[in-house]
């Protein structure tokens, strides 16, 4: 036999062991020493090449090279087959039931009167409107008289209100927040427009649908040109954002001593949209806010000039719109704070 | 007030379905509050004819009707009602009929005898108990001799009306009639008013000023004004007057009594009508009572007077001026001479007393809102034309008026360009001068300026922004366009506070806390407590409640409050804070608290909750501590904040809490709620923090920066000290900081321990310190200089042994 013969050999033999190996290490202890080792049959059989004749070295040299390389692929692609094999097997055996509930972690939420306020004051400021906070404890002045409510006009009944002496009171609406703003406003600086979001309180006793402390948002823009299709244009745009485009708006004609001409806006009912239901005592319409262009007696009566500057005001109510939005059927809720309730909102 | 369709029709020529009139008026003119259909929900209820009536033989009191209702054979009815009569026309809920509250009539077996319907009363079939005549109050209903047995009851009383139910705003008391109820619509619709024009047709020669005068004080009754009407008989009214009246949710009682009300609805002026034969002498007035003077009203209330009510009078008051007459002098049966009285009563003074004596009736609202001071002349005709009428009345030829006020209409200028200019349309001239017009009001133009009477009738209106929202309203809201504003360019944004409000809130939301809102009334004793500085209480004049009478100095107890709410309702784990304001008062006298915005946190139970790999931690001082911290560091403040232990707040344990200080400011507190007030509560154990917001917003805060990461390596060391348990971290820290030299980055606390093998009152206290130099590799040696000096400094400071 030639060494080329034994070579041959050698690599058939050794790649049918390869191909029967099953474990990595004794794979390459056993049969990759006993070829390609020091003292393996391979390197063993390659040192007989010096003694061939000069002309047929190169030949067998470079058919051993061959030999060795294809045992070496043959090898390292049993390995890696072995390998993934281990790996594969290893990776069945971790496994883990992935319905199991994750870790706890902190989490607060937002209360859901708050985020309607963030929602509504985003959007104003998107505008260009100005978000000021005015006093809870509010003088008579500013939350009733410069309102256009004289003592002893009867709108003031439809306010029942806590007093804390003869002219101060826990504020009944944010609307004195108007007068404060007009009595304060620099006008050669340009228009006002602002929106004032806070509590309000009233002499109610607490039920379902009345709470001595709720909220509401102002807003109020005096120009000397601002339109009364300007209001409905905003009113329109205030509420698609909020309750969704889907759902139809109206005016009508209402009355507020601080606004003329005054509405208040309805949205189409979410609950029947607009077919008829308990929530809507069947007029398929909600009642969402009240607004009108500013009376001229507010205006002058803060110092503003009512024949160059006028405008329109709103006041709405988050607890409110919460209500409607999600359903929420008593308006306690949002002051008593229970967990399971706060949790649900997001 | 419920608007008849069936009496609308009668002045205004209507042919649309009720409920797009209500919505149309909605749109134009006031709210309704729902459309009546008296019918709605009934079935098989006809007109039947009592044939025969015998005794029950088992009852006292039961009757065994045949009652004729149109069939071939009579219908055996067993009826209860004491009233029941042969011959009668009457109310029949035949077998498988509906009436009132969706009640079903089946036959059924009364005492052993068969009854196959059942006779109604007319609460039965829907009026409310308190519009039933009192006639019929006891029994079932007589239906009119002309109805047609066999035929559906509804028209013979009323029943197939459709009724629309008006919420009028405060400024259109003109609604709370007819009469301004068909002027509104007649603008809406364009079309005529056929409103009738009622004249006393013949007068007796009697004089009213010969029977009786008056003194009146026209502060109280700017118009006011009598005439009698002699000789009436008294009787019950004709059904279609009951009818209007029941419909329109009032009792009818007997004829006089019923046209004054019936003008009410007819023209929104109240009247009274008086027994002549009943008063005291020949004189009434009308006056302010005088104390201790009393009035036992119509509705059989005695009430006590004062200076100031307002009361008709004879030598007694005999009415509540404008509000509610008095039983002594009021229409019987028995009554022959009738004085009537159509005034203007002032509405401040009847609004009050109204509220006073919580007397509210239809009359007191109208007067309340105002009425047509240019139409009392009108309505008086028409009820002394209707007593003569109804009533046989012979009616005086004058009237007495005690005061009167001549009322004129109301001019108001406007031009087009002001109207265009605040709706943002672009009306013609034409256009605006036809809503006038419509709605009655004569007009004049002038170029560009409308000259505008309104009549009396539209009280409300005086300024030209008054004409703004008729134009409005008639021309309608859905045609306006819709724009948005166009001024010159404003920027919004937060304010800082507002901001930091806003940052505050989403900071500690994301810290794991959801947002409480508590109430800011809150008891005294509970608005006393967990206070940050010395305040007087801000409390209301008139509380409904003990429990919400003053103003919160503290947000903490509303949050305690929530608490117990959710340990009641078997709630453990509640972590919340609360943002809003808290009112102090400085000094006594002033007129108005500072609202001064705090922001406050809770927690009780566990922060987390267990789940099946990880057991909850119930909370601790060190964890809320850790959350006011990172809330600190996050708004600005990192490494510059301190805590003192404080155990001077009588509601705080005493060992665990401690004031929170930011550049020697005392911002707050925090630590757990003394157990005697956690008990007090009913609450478990609950780590509270208060922070003055305010306090935070003025305080300097550090910039946002930036510092390069050092590429150089750090060297980290451990050192760990025996040392006496009085020994604060903070006062090791101190001095560690010192001694560290320019390399020490940072300080870790990583143990604290005093178990066994540490004598007592010892601690072990195990530190992690990392050095770094910036600018160089760092060396051992440089270190090891830093850690000897801590070690030497630290034996100097406390008597501490190194581990």
Same mark, same amino acid.
Request: glycine letters at 16%; aromatic letters at 10%.
């Given at each position: 036999m030639s060494l080329k013969d034994d070579l041959t050999k050698l690599r058939d033999d050794g790649l049918k062991n390869i191909e029967n190996a099953t474990n990595v290490k004794k794979m390459n202890d056993e049969i990759k020493v006993h070829l390609?080792? $020091? $003292?393996?049959l391979i390197t063993k059989a390659l040192r007989g090449i010096k003694d061939l004749p000069v002309e047929e070295r190169p030949k067998v040299g470079s058919y051993s090279n061959k030999i060795r390389d294809d045992i070496q692929t043959a090898l390292d692609k049993k390995q890696e087959e072995l390998e993934t094999i281990a790996l594969n097997k290893k990776l069945a055996s971790e496994k883990i039931d992935v319905t199991l509930p994750g870790d706890s972690v902190a989490k607060g939420h937002p209360h859901v009167i708050q985020s309607i306020i963030d929602e509504i004051s985003d959007m104003f400021m998107g505008m260009g409107y100005e978000v000021l906070s005015g006093p809870e404890v509010e003088e008579d002045k500013y939350n009733f008289e410069m309102m256009n409510l004289p003592k002893n006009h009867p709108a003031r009944d439809m306010q029942d209100t806590f007093y804390i002496t003869k002219d101060i009171l826990m504020r009944t609406q944010t609307s004195p927040m108007q007068a404060r703003t007009l009595e304060k406003h620099d006008f050669s600086k340009g228009p006002l427009k602002m929106i004032s979001p806070g509590v309000v309180y009233r002499r109610d006793t607490d039920d379902p649908t009345h709470s001595h402390q709720f909220h509401q948002v102002e807003g109020i823009v005096i120009d000397k040109h601002i339109t009364m299709a300007d209001l409905k244009g905003t009113l329109e745009y205030l509420l698609h954002q909020l309750f969704g485009d889907k759902y139809d708006i109206r005016l009508r004609p209402s009355y507020f001593p601080f606004t003329e001409p005054s509405v208040e806006a309805d949205v189409t009912c979410f609950k029947c949209n607009g077919k008829g239901c308990e929530v809507c005592k069947h007029t398929g319409w909600i009642e969402v806010l009240g607004a009108g262009m500013v009376h001229p007696n507010v205006l002058k009566m803060a110092g503003v000039d009512a024949e160059s500057y006028g405008g329109f005001a709103f006041g709405l109510g988050p607890d409110r719109f919460a209500m409607l939005k999600y359903g929420v059927d008593d308006i306690r809720d949002f002051y008593l704070n229970d967990v399971r309730f706060l949790s649900q909102f997001n | 007030m419920r608007v008849s369709y069936k009496w609308l029709k009668e002045y205004i020529d209507l042919d649309i379905p009720v409920d797009e009139l209500a919505e149309k008026i909605e749109r134009s003119s006031v709210e309704v509050d729902s459309v009546i259909k008296p019918s709605e929900g009934l079935k098989k209820i006809v007109v039947g004819q009592i044939l025969s009536l015998e005794d029950h033989p088992d009852s006292d009191h039961l009757h065994i009707c045949q009652v004729d209702?149109? *069939? *071939?054979e009579p219908v055996q009815i067993v009826c209860g009602a004491p009233n029941v009569e042969k011959g009668k026309k009457v109310i029949v809920a035949l077998s498988g009929a509906r009436i009132a509250n969706n009640i079903k009539i089946k036959k059924s077996k009364m005492r052993g005898i068969q009854s196959n319907g059942m006779l109604c009363a007319l609460d039965e079939i829907g009026y409310p108990k308190d519009v039933v005549p009192k006639e019929w109050a006891d029994g079932i209903y007589f239906l009119p001799k002309d109805a047609k047995v066999g035929n559906d009851v509804y028209k013979y009383i009323g029943m197939d009306d459709e009724l629309i139910d008006l919420d009028v705003t405060p400024n259109r008391g003109d609604m709370l009639s007819m009469y301004g109820t068909i002027h509104d619509l007649s603008a809406i619709y364009n079309k005529p008013v056929n409103f009738d024009n009622v004249k006393v047709q013949k007068t007796s020669g009697k004089k009213t000023a010969d029977q009786i005068s008056s003194d009146v004080d026209s502060q109280i009754a700017l118009t006011y004004k009598n005439r009698i009407v002699n000789n009436v008989e008294i009787n019950p009214s004709p059904l279609w007057l009951q009818i209007r009246l029941w419909n329109a949710g009032i009792k009818p009682i007997n004829n006089i009594i019923d046209i004054t009300n019936y003008l009410m609805l007819k023209f929104g002026q109240p009247m009274h009508a008086y027994d002549l034969d009943k008063l005291h002498g020949n004189n009434i007035s009308v006056r302010n009572a005088k104390k201790g003077e009393k009035i036992t009203t119509l509705a059989e209330d005695e009430v006590d007077l004062d200076e100031n009510d307002i009361v008709v009078a004879d030598d007694r008051p005999i009415a509540l001026a404008g509000v509610i007459g008095g039983i002594d002098t009021s229409i019987t049966n028995d009554t022959k001479n009738v004085l009537f009285e159509c005034a203007v009563f002032d509405p401040i003074k009847v609004r009050k007393m109204a509220r006073k004596h919580v007397i509210h009736t239809e009359a007191s609202q109208r007067f309340e809102r105002g009425i047509n001071r240019g139409g009392l002349d009108e309505v008086m005709e028409n009820a002394c034309q209707m007593s003569n009428e109804l009533a046989n009345g012979e009616v005086c030829d004058d009237t007495l008026n005690g005061s009167e006020f001549n009322a004129q209409p109301v001019i108001v200028n406007i031009t087009l360009t002001k109207i265009n200019h605040v709706l943002g349309t672009n009306l013609s001239s034409e256009q605006v001068k036809d809503i006038f017009e419509r709605l009655g009001f004569d007009t004049k133009v002038d170029g560009d300026t409308f000259v505008v009477t309104v009549p009396t009738?539209?009280? *409300? %209106?005086? %300024?030209d922004a008054d004409l703004i929202e008729e134009v409005a309203r008639i021309y309608g809201y859905d045609n306006l366009p819709s724009t948005l504003p166009t001024t010159t360019m404003t920027t919004g944004k937060l304010q800082p506070k507002q901001q930091l409000i806003r940052n505050s809130r989403n900071i500690l939301e994301g810290l794991g806390l959801t947002h409480a809102i508590s109430y800011a009334l809150t008891s005294k004793d509970k608005a006393n407590m967990f206070m940050m500085q010395k305040s007087f209480e801000t409390n #209301?004049?008139?509380?409904?409640?003990n429990d919400h009478e003053t103003l919160r100095m503290n947000l903490v107890t509303g949050l305690l409050d929530d608490i117990a709410y959710n340990k009641a309702r078997n709630v453990h784990d509640v972590a919340l804070y609360e943002q809003g304001r808290v009112f102090y008062k400085e000094n006594e006298n002033e007129d108005r608290p500072s609202e001064i915005e705090h922001i406050s946190v809770a927690i009780t139970g566990s922060l987390l909750r267990s789940t099946w790999n990880e057991k909850a931690k119930e909370v601790d001082f060190y964890q809320i501590k850790g959350i006011v911290d990172k809330y600190l560091e996050s708004i600005g403040f990192a490494n510059q904040v301190e805590y003192i232990a404080n155990a001077d707040y009588p509601e705080m344990h005493p060992g665990r809490t401690a004031d929170i200080m930011i550049h020697g400011h005392y911002v707050g507190f925090i630590g757990e709620v003394h157990p005697n007030i956690a008990k007090k509560f009913k609450i478990n154990t609950t780590y509270v923090f208060d922070l003055n917001l305010q306090l935070l917003s003025n305080l300097h805060k550090t910039n946002q920066s930036y510092e390069s990461i050092s590429k150089y390596p750090s060297i980290s060391r451990d050192i760990a000290i025996l040392i006496?348990?009085? %020994?604060?971290n903070n006062d090791i820290l101190n001095v560690i900081n010192k001694r560290?030299?320019?390399? #020490?980055?940072h300080v870790k606390l990583f143990d604290v321990y005093n178990g066994e093998h540490v004598p007592s009152g010892k601690k072990s206290m195990a530190y992690n310190l990392t050095f770094q130099n910036k600018r160089d590799t760092l060396v051992d040696d440089d270190v090891n200089k830093a850690m000897d000096k801590i070690q030497r400094n630290l034996e100097k400071e406390f008597e501490i042994e190194i581990r």
């Open positions: 390609l080792g $020091k $003292k393996g | 209702v149109g *069939d *071939d009738r539209r009280w *409300d %209106i005086h %300024i #209301l004049s008139y509380p409904m409640t006496d348990e009085n %020994i604060t560290g030299g320019a390399f #020490l980055k």
